[in-house]
């Protein structure tokens, strides 16, 4: 397998990163234990899970698989921290270093380890200051908790701002940022892909099947499969169009004449775009995971490039997928 820089760390990732955003609702305790064990098997070494993903309950089916199967050395373990953890608890949430110390705590019990590999920061903050959050990051750095840290779903001012208050008070800064990217949305190609290219920082996409759109999971806009994550989401269901429809069942010819699946060539276009680290799957079950293991060692046709593009222009978007962060919310087609 052809292993990739994490940014400028030196360390070597898979080009595909395991999401444990399903595990253990809705894939099930045991199937979950099963796709992470398969992973691994097939050559992955990065899980990314988070805090919030079944309220602690991912990082904890995580961590069991890694103490059953002894292979948490050989794993780039990456987590997250933001989101809400308490209800009735208002300090349980945020970029604070009250919430950061204490749930880098609670993520490395779960996780059964005494150090995370990647630290990211889930959304950002809309009312503390970066220096605030990026201190508690260094001082987990410098305490041994914390390899490195990353951030998600900022827009790209946002994420040089960090850069420049790391610059300016000798912190840790980010190596990483983990945006939602697929060929439906693809408006990080207009500042924040040269932005990661120019400052060392790995891209790793969420989403980059546009959650199940370019599955072929969707045949309209308005009749949502049982079980499917429009079905159960509302938030995701207005993602959900019928010009990106239109665009998956066009992905879905064209993977068709390539012998593949429409899943596989939606994630090959984004695991071979520029700047890209590792697009984040996140299977639901034994079989999605199968599939997309099958491009771990394709490569995109350089032939193919154009036709994307005639698709869906490059830098612009059909589906709104920044629409869970204020900060880059805006009217797409």
Not at 26 to 48: K, Q
Not at 148 to 177: D, Q
Not at 214 to 226: F, M, Q, S, T, V
Request: net charge negative; charged share 25%.
């Amino acid at each position: 397998m052809e292993y990739r820089d994490l940014g400028r760390t030196g360390l070597k990732v898979s080009p595909l990163c395991l999401g444990a955003m399903n595990f253990p609702d809705p894939s099930g305790e045991a199937e979950s234990l099963e796709i992470i064990n398969r992973a691994l098997e097939s050559g992955i070494n990065f899980i990314d899970t988070a805090n919030v993903y079944n309220r602690g309950e991912s990082e904890k089916i995580v961590g069991r698989a890694l103490q059953e199967n002894g292979r948490r050395d050989q794993v780039v373990l990456a987590t997250k921290v933001f989101g809400t953890m308490e209800d009735d608890d208002p300090n349980a949430q945020g970029a604070s270093r009250y919430h950061i110390i204490q749930s880098c705590e609670d993520s490395l019990r779960r996780l059964q380890t005494d150090h995370i590999d990647l630290y990211q920061l889930h959304r950002p903050s809309q009312n503390i200051p970066q220096d605030e959050t990026l201190r508690a990051f260094d001082d987990l750095i410098r305490d041994g908790k914390v390899r490195y840290i990353g951030c998600s779903t900022h827009p790209a001012w946002k994420v040089m701002e960090a850069l420049a208050v790391s610059e300016k008070f000798g912190l840790n800064r980010y190596i990483s940022e983990q945006p939602p990217y697929n060929f439906l949305d693809r408006r990080i190609e207009n500042e924040l892909v040269p932005l990661a290219q120019k400052y060392g920082l790995a891209l790793l996409p969420w989403s980059p099947l546009a959650g199940g759109i370019l599955a072929g999971r969707y045949d309209n806009a308005k009749d949502y499969p049982e079980g499917s994550r429009a079905n159960r989401a509302e938030w995701f269901a207005r993602r959900v169009n019928q010009p990106g429809i239109d665009v998956a069942i066009k992905v879905g010819e064209m993977a068709n004449e390539r012998g593949l699946t429409t899943s596989q060539l939606a994630l090959l276009w984004v695991k071979d775009q520029t700047g890209v680290t590792a697009p984040i799957i996140g299977p639901r079950t034994l079989a999605h995971l199968e599939d997309a293991l099958g491009i771990l060692d394709k490569h995109l046709d350089e032939a193919d490039i154009p036709l994307f593009d005639e698709l869906v222009h490059p830098g612009n978007a059909i589906a709104d997928f920044h629409n869970s962060n204020d900060w880059m919310k805006a009217r797409v087609l």
